[in-house]
């Protein structure tokens, strides 16, 4: 789609919206998931405000726009064990109950990953690296407390988050340097006993790159060989507006596809702010100080960025609006410009603008790009 027929969208959208009743107006205006009810689902991920309900205006969009939701933060293995043998599942009841409630596919994030895991995960009682089989019955107790908590009420789970990296190498995490690549089929497979009727993902970014491509098909094939249950690959879109993405991406849901995996769009967002380093991922431990070229709209998002926002989108839902019968989801990591993890990584204190609601929960030229593109499906 053209910018020109995005805006000229936009422009019957508002003429329409403003002729409708106003009592009507909710009616008639279709929200994301209604319109992509026949390709996938729409998700977003929601921070703790908004699960413990006091974020009331961001709620009322993710009641109208989404049906599937998924925890940006509180179900990650620190927050739900800070020490071990303690849990706290305070913020992830709340975030279930309100999934429940919106009768909404609830996704489960993450159970094992590299990051946001408490320290003791690791160590012995000296502070030493824990041992093989002292670190796999931990990964095994968190797994299935967890998953058995919300056994039948999580449809869907990231086992396993960012094992990879960008040469087609295991990542040496913890994990991998304690237990070796064993434990991605330890935790799948614990996963799986906790609850036989649950969806088990991989979950990575950059998986648009074709080598990281390949090891996530190996991961996958890897299971898939020895009997143990994977049905998706998720792929991270943390995207940016200098990257041309969308070919590669293409090719990706399709290389996944072919192994007999569901797809997913995951932790979608455009960032329209320069990145600092010649290498684009999205690990979380990268951080660069604040410059004001790096920062470039502190007040306002001029309107030709806004307009190349909405371009972006719309080549990237041709895309997926392509490969339809190959995405069960596509999740959006956050409802609005305020929320987004794009405010403080890599650089903690920057104004970003990557979803399609802006600060105030409007919505943006991004979000009539995304509803025109389903028009034209």
């Not at 993710?62 to 940006?72: C, K, L, P, Q």
């Not at 064993?182 to 998986?207: C, M, W």
């Not at 769009?265 to 991922?281: G, K, N, Q, R, Y």
Request: hydrophobic share 40%; charged share 20%; proline share 4%.
């Amino acid at each position: 789609m053209t910018v020109k027929n995005i805006l000229a969208y936009s422009v019957i959208i508002s003429l329409f919206v403003a002729c409708a009743p106003q009592e009507q107006k909710k009616s008639d205006d279709a929200s994301l998931a209604q319109v992509y009810k026949a390709n996938f689902l729409i998700g977003a991920a929601l921070n703790s405000a908004q699960a413990e309900g006091k974020d009331t205006t961001s709620l009322k969009l993710v009641d109208y726009h989404f049906n599937s939701i998924v925890a940006e933060n509180c179900m990650k293995s620190e927050v739900l064990q800070p020490q071990q043998g303690k849990f706290v599942f305070r913020l992830a009841d709340k975030i279930v109950e309100l999934a429940e409630r919106n009768n909404a596919f609830m996704v489960g994030h993450t159970l094992i990953w590299h990051s946001q895991t408490a320290p003791w995960m690791f160590v012995d009682a000296q502070g030493r690296p824990a041992s093989r089989d002292t670190l796999i019955q931990r990964m095994k107790t968190h797994i299935q407390t967890v998953v058995g908590r919300y056994k039948g009420r999580v449809h869907g789970w990231d086992v396993v988050n960012e094992a990879v990296l960008e040469d087609g190498s295991f990542r040496k995490s913890p994990y991998y340097n304690i237990i070796g690549e064993e434990f991605i089929a330890l935790a799948f497979q614990f996963a799986h006993e906790a609850d036989p009727d649950a969806e088990l993902y991989y979950n990575d970014y950059n998986l648009y790159q074709p080598v990281k491509r390949q090891a996530a098909i190996d991961v996958a094939k890897n299971l898939q060989n020895r009997g143990i249950r994977i049905d998706g690959i998720g792929m991270q879109g943390h995207y940016g507006l200098h990257m041309d993405v969308f070919e590669e991406a293409e090719n990706s849901i399709k290389a996944f596809s072919e192994i007999g995996v569901k797809v997913m769009i995951t932790e979608l967002d455009v960032s329209v702010l320069p990145f600092p380093a010649d290498e684009i991922t999205a690990e979380v431990s990268q951080s660069y100080g604040l410059k004001p070229e790096y920062n470039p709209y502190v007040k306002a998002l001029p309107d030709s960025i806004d307009t190349q926002l909405a371009s972006y989108y719309s080549n990237l839902f041709e895309v997926y609006n392509r490969q339809k019968d190959k995405i069960s989801r596509i999740t959006f990591w956050g409802v609005n410009d305020a929320q987004t993890w794009r405010n403080y990584w890599p650089i903690q204190g920057r104004t970003d603008y990557p979803l399609l609601f802006d600060r105030n929960n409007k919505v943006k030229p991004a979000f009539d790009a995304v509803m025109a593109s389903a028009k034209q499906n």
